[in-house]
């Protein structure tokens, strides 16, 4: 079942591709304490997620900021090194926590799971947004298939 509003985000050890390499990080501290927009994309290097979702983000990176976010993060199905590498084919610099669940234990968490075997994809995320204060979700966008609307930066704008 999809996480919804009023749970907390379940407990999980995720990767972080930062310049330096890969760094694991858990979700205790990734969302404690803080307002965090958790945004999650079917796949790096992907084409929607990268002309248009992961951009929105780093774009209105200041307004989400200046709404109350403390932490603004991506997560996909991939390894630290790709979304490493899409961060900085993307230029997020530090505005943009780029997340790896690899073989996506923290999705299935949330219940976001996307099965694309068929496709030869594997498992991946379905593609949504959520917001998450000291670590308790106040906010939950799952996207229709193929559709980017409600898990667009303006959309969790509108919510913060």
């Given at each position: 079942?999809?996480?919804?509003?009023?749970?907390?985000?379940?407990?999980?050890?995720?990767?972080?591709?930062?310049?330096e390499g890969p760094k694991e990080i858990t979700t205790?501290?990734?969302?404690g304490g803080k307002t965090v927009v958790l945004?999650?994309?079917?796949?790096?290097?992907?084409?929607?997620?990268?002309?248009?979702?992961?951009?929105?983000y780093?774009?209105?990176?200041?307004?989400?900021?200046?709404?109350?976010?403390?932490?603004?993060a991506c997560i996909a199905v991939n390894d630290?090194?790709?979304?490493?590498?899409?961060?900085?084919d993307q230029g997020v610099?530090?505005?943009?926590?780029?997340?790896?669940?690899?073989?996506?234990?923290?999705?299935?968490?949330l219940g976001l799971e996307l099965d694309l075997t068929a496709r030869g994809l594997g498992v991946r995320s379905q593609r949504f947004a959520l917001v998450a204060k000291d670590g308790k979700v106040t906010h939950v966008a799952v996207e229709a298939p193929g559709a980017f609307e409600v898990s667009k930066a303006e959309a969790i704008l509108a919510v913060l």
């Open positions: 079942m999809t996480i919804q509003v009023g749970e907390s985000i379940p407990s999980a050890k995720l990767v972080q591709g930062t310049a205790e501290e990734l969302f945004f999650g994309v079917p796949g790096a290097f992907t084409p929607t997620c990268s002309a248009k979702h992961l951009p929105g780093v774009t209105q990176y200041d307004a989400l900021t200046a709404k109350g976010a403390d932490v603004v630290a090194f790709v979304m490493g590498a899409w961060g900085k610099g530090d505005k943009v926590v780029m997340l790896a669940d690899g073989s996506a234990e923290f999705t299935r968490k």
